[in-house]
Nanobody
Framework: QVQLVESGGGLVQAGGSLRLSCVASGSIFSINAMGWYRQTPGKQRELVASITGGGSTNYADSVKGRFTVSRDNAKNTVYLQMNALKPEDTAVYYC???????????????WGQGTQVTASS
């Protein structure tokens, strides 16, 4: 079994910062890309940032220059540093990871349970 567990969400004032963490655990052979998505009620889940196994990153236009995604491959962990938070960043944030459980296994996308981020005006 594989689990992704997020932490670090919370309530901050607009302009503040938060750092999200997501740890993948369980039967894992390798992890390819890892990423962060967010969702608000009534809207589709949207990509915030992603990072490949080699460290290449991709960001939504709305967070470029404010958010930074990074990972620690030794710890199977992905981070999202969020600075200059805006009220429109308020959402439930989910991490995901493309994981192979065995050397010959297929790659499957796993999701965390989500963590609430609220930036108050």
């Amino acid at each position: 079994q594989v689990q992704l567990v997020e932490s670090g969400g919370g309530l901050v004032q607009a302009g503040g910062s938060l750092r999200l963490s997501c740890v993948a655990s369980g039967s894992i052979f390798s992890i390819n890309a890892m990423g962060w998505y967010r969702q608000t009620p009534g809207k589709q889940r949207e990509l915030v940032a992603s990072i490949t196994g080699g460290g290449s990153t991709n960001y939504a236009d709305s967070v470029k220059g404010r958010f930074t995604v990074s990972r620690d491959n030794a710890k199977n962990t992905v981070y999202l540093q969020m600075n200059a938070l805006k009220p429109e960043d308020t959402a439930v944030y989910y991490c995901n990871a493309e994981i192979k459980r065995t050397v010959l296994g297929v790659t499957t996308v796993y999701w965390g349970q989500g963590t609430q981020v609220t930036a108050s005006s």
